[in-house]
């Protein structure tokens, strides 16, 4: 995966999801966040919460010495937000996350379930460890895409001496559907979702160049077959109700009741009967 990343589509790729997590992230507030994966991108780069961390799972990186801190951002992205530090490197099993339960505000999955051991744990932790209103940001390969159609035929190419590196060696693509079926299951409302990255994969990034057009042609009229998606989820708790805070109910309380004035008077003769 590192050294696919290098390559005109890796960088292709990495630019495009850069962009659209600094969109996103900025907004999304709170005290602790983390990133699971793929350090090549700076997915955090543009949020705001005092306590960040860049996690990689330690299963996929062989020997430990191995192991070096977060890159930064790719070329062209813009800068980390004003006085805010690098987030932290973390080094961890995804199945099994070193956070308490409800306590982080934001996880960022960059292709962390296609790559995971098991997704459906790794998932599973996400929403053991997410606060209710939390934010899931998830990123992925669409299997129904022009580079799914090239990694499915890759094994057939291999086998009649075509040798293909379009895509990464690894991993089992997780289609967009799917994952919001997955997501609702874990009582995730989806927020949004888009698709990107609508050129082929191809070697070269003159070639690359030249199939600029179908950025704008695929957002317009094949939006669904973006070889990435973008989804952004919010953890959801039936039957919660938010409260406001303890002193406005104090302050209802103490308050005294109003007394209302009787205009019509009252007869000694109904007086002395209720005697």
Same mark, same amino acid.
């Given at each position: 995966?590192?050294?696919?990343?290098?390559?005109?589509?890796?960088?292709?790729?990495?630019?495009?999801?850069?962009?659209?997590?600094?969109?996103?992230?900025?907004?999304?507030?709170?005290?602790?966040?983390?990133?699971?994966?793929?350090?090549?991108?700076?997915?955090?780069?543009?949020?705001?919460?005092?306590?960040?961390?860049?996690?990689?799972? #330690?299963?996929?990186?062989?020997?430990?010495?191995?192991?070096?801190?977060?890159?930064?951002?790719?070329?062209?992205?813009?800068?980390?937000?004003?006085?805010?530090?690098?987030?932290?490197?973390?080094?961890?099993?995804?199945?099994?996350?070193?956070?308490?339960?409800?306590?982080?505000?934001?996880?960022?999955?960059?292709?962390?379930?296609?790559?995971?051991?098991?997704?459906?744990?790794?998932?599973?932790?996400?929403?053991?460890?997410?606060?209710?209103?939390?934010?899931?940001?998830?990123?992925?390969?669409?299997?129904?895409?022009?580079?799914?159609?090239?990694? #499915?035929?890759?094994?057939?190419?291999?086998?009649?001496?075509?040798?293909?590196?379009?895509?990464?060696?690894?991993?089992?693509?997780?289609?967009?559907?799917?994952?919001?079926?997955?997501?609702?299951?874990?009582?995730?409302?989806?927020?949004?979702?888009?698709?990107?990255?609508?050129?082929?994969?191809?070697?070269?990034?003159?070639?690359?160049?030249?199939?600029?057009?179908?950025?704008?042609?695929?957002?317009?009229?094949?939006?669904?077959?973006?070889?990435?998606?973008?989804?952004?989820?919010?953890?959801?708790?039936?039957?919660?109700?938010?409260?406001?805070?303890?002193?406005?109910?104090?302050?209802?309380?103490?308050?005294?009741?109003?007394?209302?004035?009787?205009?019509?008077?009252?007869?000694?003769?109904?007086?002395?009967?209720?005697?």
């Amino acid at each position: 995966m590192d050294e696919w990343l290098l390559t005109p589509a890796g960088r292709y790729l990495l630019a495009w999801e850069q962009q659209q997590l600094d969109r996103t992230v900025g907004d999304l507030f709170g005290f602790h966040a983390v990133q699971l994966g793929l350090p090549q991108l700076d997915g955090l780069g543009q949020n705001r919460m005092p306590h960040r961390w860049t996690a990689v799972d #330690r299963l996929s990186l062989g020997d430990p010495a191995t192991i070096q801190a977060p890159c930064g951002p790719p070329e062209g992205a813009p800068a980390r937000v004003a006085g805010q530090p690098a987030p932290r490197a973390l080094v961890t099993d995804f199945d099994a996350l070193p956070f308490e339960t409800q306590s982080l505000d934001l996880v960022v999955l960059p292709h962390t379930l296609e790559l995971a051991r098991d997704p459906h744990q790794t998932l599973r932790e996400v929403d053991r460890v997410l606060v209710p209103e939390g934010k899931l940001v998830a990123i992925g390969l669409n299997p129904a895409s022009l580079w799914g159609a090239q990694q #499915r035929t890759a094994p057939l190419l291999s086998r009649l001496g075509m040798g293909t590196d379009f895509l990464p060696p690894r991993g089992d693509l997780i289609g967009y559907w799917r994952l919001r079926d997955w997501l609702r299951l874990l009582s995730f409302d989806i927020e949004r979702g888009r698709f990107g990255c609508y050129r082929p994969a191809l070697r070269s990034q003159q070639w690359l160049d030249r199939f600029g057009w179908m950025e704008p042609a695929g957002d317009r009229w094949w939006p669904v077959l973006g070889a990435v998606y973008f989804l952004v989820a919010t953890k959801r708790v039936r039957g919660m109700r938010l409260i406001g805070p303890a002193w406005k109910q104090r302050q209802q309380s103490q308050r005294a009741r109003a007394v209302a004035a009787r205009r019509e008077p009252i007869s000694e003769s109904s007086d002395a009967s209720r005697r």
